[in-house]
């Protein structure tokens, strides 16, 4: 909780309960529903809940925003998003049920109003949103493809709506068709080794209609 608090110093005192709850959480869920692995339960904070706050590092939500988390898994980077943005609305989406019920009672369990979950493939949603979030479920490629049409016409941020997507490692050929991607190194928002290879992927995308 440390580590959140470290860089993110201005949370209220509803948003510190909120990520202090959601360790215990967390842990006793994932003892009936294995959704995150041992090792990342006992770095929760560092592994999940600070690298999927590195999105906001590169683009601070407005009020109103309507943000999608694909492939959402544990509902990660979708839950503490969700916190750190209470007028923001966030709709997780994972095609695994199991791991959508440890969503909802998280999500439940910390009293979140803003997040709506849907089991079903990304390809079936027929919303659009001011950003797709998502923590690498696929290759960029495959990624454009599931979520093409879903973005929002409207501007309402500095970045353009688009993908925001948590990715590792060498991405140069992965993006070689994507030249208006933009990059970010997650360490030059954190000091933890865990993020040296870490980044932040922001592609805009066009309202198709």
Known sequence: MELIQKYFPNLTDDQIEKFK????LYQDWNLKINVVSRKDIDELYLRHVL???AITKVMPFNPGAKIMDVGTGGGFPGVPLAILYPDCSFHLVDSIAKKL????????????????TTHTRVEDINETYDFIVSRAVAAMPTFVHWVKGKVA??????LKNGILYL????????LQDYKSA????ITDFYDEDFFDTKKVV??????KG
């Open 21 to 24: 709850k959601l360790e215990s």
């Open 51 to 53: 690298h999927s706050l």
């Open 101 to 116: 019920k440890v969503v909802n009672e998280v999500v439940e369990g910390l009293g979140l109003t803003n997040v709506k």
């Open 153 to 158: 016409k409207k501007q309402n941020h500095e």
């Open 167 to 174: 990715k590792g490692g060498d991405l140069s050929e992965e």
């Open 182 to 185: 933009t990059i970010y190194n």
């Open 202 to 207: 922001h592609l805009p995308m066009k309202f």
